[in-house]
């Protein structure tokens, strides 16, 4: 990327650190004497921006014995919307530099569509260990409900050691922009990083905790869009099949008011609306995350040629892993689809309910039209039968053309 446009993000991105807003997880190993591995190491905690530095180069209060696997800085966003930092810019460009995080991973981080990238680099001098280091940068679509949040770290291939940046909304918070509350997603990542003790050495195990979570927050708004989904099922009558759900609705009080209430017809077609949108939305990112899992599979191929033998069983644990994820997203876009259809056919439903009252609107105004066009003509007859032809002379301007023909006749 142009460095000019790197330069110009640090310089409109805001830059605040706040008490409680950035923290660290650092996960490894303990080992004995002769190189063996006594226990595992993990270790999560808060951090001032004051400390960074210290924290980076394993000091002071941050110095260990453990050889770290895993070393992620972990900073919430400040805006929803613009680029912003719980941390000072010369501790992001510190973080940057010590972890030798891709350039691009600013610009990246500051997308709202998504994207993901990769950049290996190679060792021209040791044939034996071509590929020397790994970078990743993630960012996913920008969505409330499913999480604003992004990745950038390094492997280094010999040591085993990755080193990340994850920063986003709701990193440490719990609060949506909408009010809504919701589990930090630094509770989930450190659940499924421990579960993986196994992978921690391999470059790809953030990347998959990384969607992980992400798709455990569309897991979660999916299942809130099918509870929607049945609630104007129910509404507009919508028979629910099945072995668990045989119920006749019927027509309810509440769908006969319908008929003639335009106001709660216009709202259940906003709720229609709402959720049509919601669902393509959750669709549209489960599609992303489809693509962003086939994109970490190629690159596991590419890393597979130069991991070695002895990482054969920790590259096949991954791919099982990256199989299961693909499968579970896959699943979670056909559902969403499913429900897209539902909800084609409930507006469907109302469409037709809205032309079936119309229909009657409009019947009800041709009977009174009729009804009206009938009494003149009695009036008229009436008039001319029992009126001398003077009076209706006089009123001939009030009547218009009609008693003017009837006059004639009678002259």
């Known amino acids: 990327m142009f460095e000019s446009d790197r330069q110009e993000l640090l310089e409109s991105s805001l830059w605040k650190p706040l008490d409680k807003f950035l923290g660290y997880i650092e996960a490894g190993d303990y080992y004995d004497a002769e190189g063996k591995t006594r226990s595992p ?16 180069s394993q000091t002071g209060r941050f110095a260990t014995d453990a050889r770290c696997s895993l070393r992620v800085l972990m900073c919430e966003r400040l805006d929803f919307e613009r680029l912003g930092f719980a941390m000072s810019k010369r501790s992001f460009l510190s ?7 891709p350039p691009e991973a600013l610009p990246i981080l500051n997308l709202h569509r998504g994207q993901y990238y990769s950049n290996i680099m190679w060792n021209d001098v040791d044939d034996n260990e071509p590929m020397t280091s790994i970078a990743v940068t993630i960012k996913v679509p920008q969505m409330i409900e499913l999480g604003n949040f992004g990745l950038s770290l390094t492997h280094i291939l010999k040591s085993g050691t990755t080193m990340a940046l994850i920063h986003g909304w709701n990193i440490w918070t719990n609060t949506l922009p909408n009010g809504n509350r919701v589990e930090p997603h630094h509770m989930k990542i450190e ?3 421990k579960s993986t003790h196994s992978l ?19 897991d979660v708004q999916s299942s809130k869009l099918s509870r929607k989904v049945q609630t104007i099922e129910r509404n507009l009558g919508v028979e629910r099949t ?9 027509v309810t009080d509440q769908m006969k008011q319908l008929f003639g209430q335009e106001e709660q017809r216009t709202g259940l077609m906003s709720e229609l609306t709402s959720a049509s949108t919601d669902v393509s939305n959750v669709t549209r990112v ?34 099982s892993l990256i199989q299961f994820m693909y499968c579970h997203v896959e699943s979670a876009g056909n559902f969403t689809g499913f429900l897209h259809s ?34 003149m003509k009695t009036l008229t007859f009436v008039t001319i039968a029992f009126l001398p032809a003077t009076f209706i002379a006089r009123v001939d301007g009030g009547y218009g053309g009609t008693i003017r023909r009837y006059t004639t006749l009678l002259n």
């Open 286 to 319: 489960l599609k992303w995350d489809k693509e962003c899992i086939q994109f970490l599979h190629q690159l596991k191929g590419q890393i597979d040629k130069y991991h070695g033998r002895s990482a054969i069983a920790l590259d096949s644990e991954l791919s």
């Open 95 to 101: 973080a940057e530099t010590t972890f030798g995080l």
């Open 191 to 193: 659940k499924l990083i």
């Open 200 to 218: 921690w050495t391999h470059p790809l195990l953030l990347p998959l905790v990384f969607l992980r979570e992400h798709l455990s927050r569309a």
């Open 242 to 250: 099945g072995r668990l759900a045989m119920i006749d609705i019927g």
């Open 41 to 56: 190491y993990y270790k999560r905690d808060y951090l001032q921006d004051t400390e960074v530095e210290d924290w980076l």
């Open 342 to 375: 539902r909800l084609e056919t409930e507006l469907n439903v109302l469409y037709n309910l809205i032309a079936h009252t119309n229909a009657e609107l409009n019947l009800r105004i041709a009977s009174t039209t009729g009804l009206d066009s009938a009494a």
